[in-house]
DNA sequence: CGCTCTACTGGTAGCGCTAACATTTGTCAA
DNA sequence: TTGACAAATGTTAGCGCTACCAGTAGAGCG
């Protein structure tokens, strides 16, 4: 009893018992067994994270926040894939939950309404990430990705484009949500065509967006500018122009969608809308963190916004 | 008893045993408790993965590769992030090992002493994977990082250029093999000038790209072709040439090396050197599956090889 | 000196499951 | 009907910890 306590309530022990049983723990090179832990205390230090892809940067850069801030705690973060599938989120839900996790970070706010159920009944806090709403299941960090899209048009027609289209891959409800805020502000403005809009169910990729681009060339060759829904698809639409000889932003204005570093960085540089994943990720932990220490409520949910960052790719000239 | 069987061997319980266990169980919601299966079988489902970066693309891509074969097996992939650091690798298998996981995937073979001796004397199994060496710690499936590289330079050199550069970032073991393999063949050709390579222990980013192609420009400006350590380096190159009118590969041939999606969607579209990274995950994952079903060592070392891939933009005219 | 109080240490049960072995039930041949 | 054997099911102990409570030692006080 006395060493378990010297592990967890150190300032509960007397310095003599803590050094011989420090000095102990380092001969036998001894490491507690998470497993027995668990099961004893019921509970664990494990925080579930859920995300859609891992190999999509938005969430790679999400999960380095959430990385970074798990580091020097005692938490142990623990990622599950759920491949943008509702049914599939459901079962890493019961999978996380079977482990008694301490919290849980999942993205979006689509939850099916049995994994809405399960995460509402589950006795361990929950951070949603990636998106805004009024009605948080617990705690909530994001953005709303409609205004977002409504401030990138905004910014094309402001830039002085009159007929402007969008380009979408993998229609994922936040994707459609951008979509939504595109058709808004176009129509607000009388300046919407169905057919500048190309979308797609595939994942999005850079040869991709090269062939959107392509696909919207031929059905609407009078569009002057483009949002696309996320950074792979902008460049590629920009390498696609390259080819055809296309001035961009000459000819055609484009902007992307997350602000991936190499946006600032492509010939022309790439207008875009910055969104703060890293800081999402990390918040997100930190928050978690906290109401597990504090158990106070803390401000549940917190909008970190985006800003539209102007480059040569949306200046008309 | 009889639960716990029909839940782990369902063909030495009567059926009607099992019917009537399960509809108990879809009835309850019953989740067995990992926790408590850990310490009472004194083993786990977890396959430990430790990678050296979570955001760089190539480990994205070999994990997706580790969640696909994960997929509806019984195994379970936890994710460490040593951050390319051997000491941060360390103490991530420690915590592994402590959870006593079935297997541990783990990237290159630069191990500290300390950890190879952790990992020998530890009784679950072991994939080495992005390297191929003859001393494997248990199983590994990787490629020859020195031969990938010596390939492309070779590729340079055919293609007729004569004054070969190199641009490095991030300069991990796998990375300095390619410099190395790069020094190998243009010294062996009589072409290595040291001036002509440009690297730097930060992260690679499409924008250090760029600035490292202007650093080699003004240092070595009869430069005619380069290898980049990575993908992001050459696109950052190539965006640099574009900005300054070199033409591409007229003036400069560009190659990089893992061949992400997006260098053959570029334009000119990017030469670059294949690796298997969604193969090596996926593979790294099933010999560790069919290791411990069989317990049979099956073929410890396997080379994946790779391929360079020829694109405009080291077609000298 | 005995009492109280605090600081620390120790004893016990049990978390939910599985390994190993024990028992019961069912089947079939003689 | 019985015995032999297989199939199915049950019993027991214990995995390595922690919660809870029960001590025990030493200090301080009147």
Redesign the interface.
């Given at each position: 009893m006395t060493v378990s306590r010297a592990l967890r309530e150190p300032e509960r022990v007397s310095v003599k018992s803590l050094s011989r049983i420090r000095a102990v723990i380092a001969r036998l090179g001894y490491?507690?067994?998470?497993?027995?832990q668990?099961?004893a205390a019921g509970r664990?230090n494990v925080i579930g994270v859920i995300v859609p892809s891992?190999?999509n940067?938005v969430f790679?850069?999400v999960?380095?926040g959430v990385?970074a801030a798990a580091e020097d705690s005692r938490w142990?973060?623990?990622?599950g894939?759920s491949r943008y599938s509702p049914l599939e989120e459901e079962r890493l839900v019961?999978?996380f939950?079977?482990?008694?996790p301490a919290g849980l970070i999942i993205s979006g706010i689509d939850q099916s309404d049995e994994t809405r159920a399960l995460l509402r009944t589950s006795p361990c806090r929950i951070v949603q990430i990636m998106e805004i709403s009024d009605q948080p299941l617990d705690m909530m960090i994001g953005f709303s990705h409609l205004e977002a899209a409504r401030a990138a048009t905004r910014h094309l027609l402001a830039m002085g484009y009159t007929r402007p289209g969008f380009l979408g891959a993998r229609l994922d409800p936040r994707t459609q949500r951008r979509l939504a805020g595109f058709r808004d502000v176009a129509a607000a403005a009388g300046l919407l065509e169905d057919r500048r809009i190309v979308t797609t169910p595939q994942a999005s990729?850079?040869?991709l967006?090269?062939l959107l681009m392509a696909d919207l060339l031929s059905r609407a060759p009078e569009t002057d500018a483009i949002l696309c829904n996320n950074d792979?698809l902008a460049?590629?639409a920009l390498?696609?122009c390259?080819?055809r000889g296309i001035a961009v932003p000459g000819k055609i204005g484009i902007c992307g969608f997350n602000d991936l570093?190499?946006m600032?960085?492509?010939?022309p540089a790439i207008s875009s809308v910055r969104t703060h994943r890293y800081e999402m990720g990390e918040r997100a932990m930190r928050m978690l963190a906290a109401a597990l220490d504090a158990s106070e409520p803390a401000e549940p949910v917190v909008d970190l916004g985006f800003e539209v960052v102007e480059r040569q790719s949306t200046l008309r000239p």
């Open positions: 490491l507690p067994d998470p497993a027995a668990a099961l664990t891992v190999t940067n790679a850069d999960m380095r990385y142990q973060v623990q990622l894939n019961k999978t939950l079977s482990q008694r990729t850079v040869t967006g090269g792979d460049l590629g390498f696609e390259q080819r570093e190499m600032a960085a492509a010939h």
